[in-house]
């Protein structure tokens, strides 16, 4: 099935594919001269093992690569390139790279060097492990020192960094086979990216106590080596797992059951008379809640509270007012002062969610921690300025700094964060597979608050403020591009089913609100000026979230899915009966059993074909739902 690239991804530009290279049992992809999802025996073993260089807002440089060579036989292949980063002020930095592989070895080798010297947060290896069939799991890591310890990958999100000062760290990637990843030319540790969505235990060069940015100097090459060494210890013979992507993806209704949250929708004040203007495309969406965003630092004042009061006046259900809280005197006195405009702009939302400005700035290991009032002084001090309404706090970033800050939750009345997937990485593939970190996140909010009301958002593909440096990257081109605060697939299918795939995978955690656009502007549901699709045009995103909205407050039931990297789904209960709702999360056809979900009248097998990067909903003829 052919779609235009526009359809799916909101731009034209299409991703290269990768380069598959073999070497007997060990695959990998080679994309943008980084090597990602390396198999063994058809197990991933590894997630990537890249070569990236950062600036000091730790976005990441897109290298020009050149000379680029690849030979290939059926038990060794080799890969050779040269790849130049320029950054400011005419500096250059110049990067050797070969790769080897054969047929229980791989080996990355990279040798960078500028004439210029070169400022960098980061310059070398990522590797990255998977976590799904990782998490808990055994492992061995050998430090610089030579130490070998018995540990495990962390299972609940660990804040902080699990392993430091490495060498090398070995796990089981089936039965008797080991992987081990050995890092040479500087000291090595890990940090749980699950903290930012990403699907993986990322293993970075140089410490991050070390200070950044840091000069490398002119003439004075840095060598570094990754090698990925595969021990198969019974030596039998097996067969790779099927692929289900050339085959049929099972769904199967599960015994988990819940009730759907209410969906929230975000506005700005620089939004607001968009809003306002789009009252009836709101009326139509029928969110449960809004949720307005105010930050005195910004200039937010009387006038935004006004227009924030004439929208909430046409909405029919609740309100919240995030605020980022200055901070620049007593939090009594500025909640006092929010408190009063509030008055004069006659708004009272439902619940105030609440943080310190600085708070949305993360605080990475090593580094001191920013003058801040204590929590406990900032929600005293919203309790006494807004009596009788709902009090919540967490975080306006990300998971990250709520793991790392955990705030003290006795007086609030619910815990909040945001995530977003394009912290890192901003390929499709990992993009899609940050979906598979968010059970893992809302199951680790769980472990420290408890049955505390959680709610998640505003989570979207664009970000909308970079925790980790001093600005998001602009991205005039609509590339596909890390940090940037407007993204291409937020304006195609790519949203709507990424969008459907995160309300799936975060039914589990029992939220009060999950929020996912704003109505308006580079991160709505409709289109604004100077926007690649027509002004007031409707965004497929729309339509996940106008569906969830209607959703909020059903039962809701798991279906399994034989492939939950490729087929996302659930069954809900709306006035009609029940429904079976489907994601497919990939760029090509996917051909979907449905047949244990109940009848779907499709045929006499179930199966449906689904289109890439689309949603699909389905009646089923039976209640499939626990009364």
Not at 3 to 19: C, H, K, M, S, W
Not at 168 to 194: L, N, W, Y
Not at 338 to 365: K, N
């Amino acid at each position: 099935m052919t779609v235009d690239a526009f359809q799916l991804y909101g731009t034209r530009l299409v991703e290269t594919p990768p380069v598959r290279l073999r070497a007997g049992k060990l695959e990998a992809d080679l994309t943008n001269g980084n090597l990602r999802t390396i198999r063994y025996d058809g197990t991933e073993v590894l997630r990537a093992i890249s070569y990236l260089v950062r600036d000091r807002d730790w976005g990441t440089y897109s290298p020009e690569i050149v000379d680029l060579r690849i030979e290939q036989s059926d038990d060794r292949f080799a890969v050779a390139y040269q790849a130049c980063c320029e950054g400011p002020d005419d500096t250059k930095l110049i990067i050797d790279v070969r790769i080897t592989g054969n047929t229980d070895r791989l080996d990355f080798e990279a040798e960078a060097s500028t004439e210029t010297g070169f400022e960098t947060n980061r310059c070398g290896f990522c590797i990255l492990h998977p976590i799904v069939g990782v998490a808990g799991l055994p492992a061995t890591v050998e430090h610089v020192d030579g130490r070998i310890v018995a540990t495990r990958f962390p299972d609940v999100i660990e804040p902080w960094q699990p392993f430091k000062d490495m060498r090398a760290i070995t796990h089981a990637v089936m039965p008797d086979v080991q992987a081990e990843c050995r890092m040479e030319g500087d000291t090595f540790e890990m940090e749980d990216q699950r903290n930012w969505s990403d699907a993986s235990y990322k293993t970075y060069v140089r410490p991050l106590a070390l200070p950044w940015p840091y000069q490398i100097p002119a003439n004075r090459p840095v060598r570094q080596k990754t090698s990925l060494i595969i021990k198969d210890i019974g030596g039998v013979a097996r067969h790779a797992p099927t692929s289900v992507s050339s085959g049929v993806i099972k769904l199967e209704l599960g015994a988990r059951t819940g009730a759907m949250p209410d969906i929230g929708v975000i506005i700005t004040p620089e939004e607001a008379d968009a809003t306002l203007s789009a009252k009836s495309v709101l009326t139509e969406i029928a969110p449960q809640e809004l949720l307005f965003h105010f930050d005195p630092s910004a200039g937010h004042g009387v006038d935004a509270l006004r227009r924030f009061a004439a929208i909430a006046t046409v909405h029919r259900g609740s309100s919240t007012l995030e605020i980022a809280l200055p901070c620049k005197s007593s939090p009594s006195s500025e909640a006092a002062e929010i408190a009063r405009q509030m008055r004069l702009a006659e708004f009272r939302p439902d619940a105030i969610m609440i943080s310190p400005s600085v708070d949305r700035q993360s605080t990475p290991p090593g580094s001191k921690w920013p003058e801040c009032p204590p929590l406990d002084e900032v929600y005293t001090a919203a309790r006494a300025a807004f009596p009788g309404i709902r009090i919540g706090g967490g975080m306006l970033s990300y998971f990250t700094e709520l793991n790392r800050k955990r705030v003290p939750d006795g007086q609030l009345d619910f815990v909040s964060h945001c995530t977003n997937p394009i912290v890192h990485a901003a390929d499709d593939l990992s993009v899609m597979q940050t979906l598979e970190a968010l059970p893992f996140i809302t199951r680790s909010v769980r472990a420290i608050y408890g049955d505390k009301p959680y709610r998640i958002g505003p989570s979207t593909i664009p970000m909308r403020q970079n925790p980790y440096g001093s600005r998001t990257m602009n991205n005039p081109v609509g590339a596909r591009i890390p940090m940037a605060n407007r993204d291409p697939r937020h304006n195609g299918r790519f949203a709507e089913a990424f969008a459907l795939g995160y309300a799936i995978r975060v039914l589990d955690a029992g939220l009060e609100c999950l929020t996912l656009s704003a109505l308006s502007g580079p991160f709505g549901l409709i289109a604004g000026s100077g926007e690649p699709i027509e002004p007031g045009g409707r965004r497929p995103l729309f339509d996940t979230v106008r569906t969830l909205c209607r959703l909020a407050g059903a039962t809701w039931r798991e279906c399994v899915s034989s492939s939950p990297s490729e087929v996302l789904s659930f069954v809900a209960r709306d006035t009609t009966g029940d429904r079976l709702y489907i994601a497919n999360l990939t760029s090509e056809e996917r051909k979907v059993d449905c047949s244990a979900c109940g009848p779907t009248g499709k045929d006499s097998s179930g199966d449906l074909l689904l289109a890439p990067l689309t949603v699909a909903v389905l009646p089923l003829q039976h209640h499939a739902l626990a009364d």
